[in-house]
């Protein structure tokens, strides 16, 4: 059984960089891709950007100045940076597996439980 | 960006009566190797999503049958064709045709 867990600071004051790894346990790493998304409270989903195992990345526009996705496929994880947070970065941050066949993009089937990263002075 | 717009925004459905909800591209989903990436997924409170479809009408391994997902070009809807008392959540659509992925404003079903 797959499973992601994710682990990085929960808080953080405006201008500081967030910083947050998701592990995965059990399966193939190398068959996805990887991606990071976050969610406001009370607010929909955003994805912010994705990685392959080879190190290629996409990357939301707007959140691309400021955000580096990274994988290490030697300790099966990936981690997100992104630089700069303002309160408007409060969000949970949730990692996921996509499949990396070209039949079946957009299908996010395993999902980290979500770290709450809160931005405040 | 492709805009994802769903309606309607809640629904509040009688147990064991269908539900449906629309999704609507502000571009065509068909991507340039001819298939359609939009996927289904349900948010119960404090959990992550759930992937339900992908590919417009992929049911995905273990979800009930009482889902099913329909649609082509920019037109796409989600069937529960009878609800149970599990279903309640939120339900977003998602594209993956394009970059960035993007997600409908998410539709709140709630049981009447």
């Known amino acids: 059984q797959v499973q992601l867990q994710q682990w990085g600071a929960g808080l953080l004051k405006p201008s500081e960089t967030l910083s947050l790894t998701c592990d995965v346990y059990?399966?193939?790493?190398?068959?996805?891709?990887w991606s990071w998304f976050r969610q406001p409270p009370g607010k929909g989903l955003e994805w912010i950007g994705e990685i392959s195992h080879s190190g290629n990345t996409n990357y939301n526009p707007s959140l691309k100045s400021r955000v580096t996705i990274s994988v290490d496929t030697s300790k099966a994880q990936f981690s997100l940076r992104l630089s700069s947070v303002t309160a408007a970065d409060t969000a949970v941050y949730i990692c996921?597996?996509?499949?990396?066949?070209?039949?079946?993009?957009?299908?996010?089937?395993?999902w980290g439980p979500g770290t709450m990263v809160s931005v405040s002075s | 960006d492709i805009v994802m717009t769903q309606t309607p925004l809640s629904s509040s459905v009688t147990l064991g009566q269908p539900a449906s909800i629309s999704c609507r591209s502000s571009?065509?989903?068909?991507?340039?190797?001819?298939?359609?990436?939009l996927s289904w997924f349900q948010q119960r409170p404090g959990l992550p999503p759930r992937l339900l479809i992908y590919?417009?009408?992929n049911r995905f391994s273990g979800v009930p049958d009482r889902f099913s997902g329909s649609g082509a070009g920019t037109d796409f809807t989600l069937k529960i064709s009878r609800v149970e008392a599990e279903d309640v959540g939120v339900y977003y659509c998602?594209?993956?045709?394009?970059?960035?992925?993007?997600f409908g404003q998410g539709t709140k079903v709630e049981i009447e």
């Open positions: 998602m594209q993956a045709t394009g970059f960035p992925r993007t």
């Open positions: 059990g399966g193939s790493f190398r068959d996805y891709y």
């Open positions: 996921a597996r996509e499949s990396g066949s070209s039949d079946s993009r957009g299908a996010f089937d395993i």
């Open positions: 590919k417009v009408s």
């Open positions: 571009q065509s989903l068909v991507h340039s190797n001819g298939n359609m990436y």
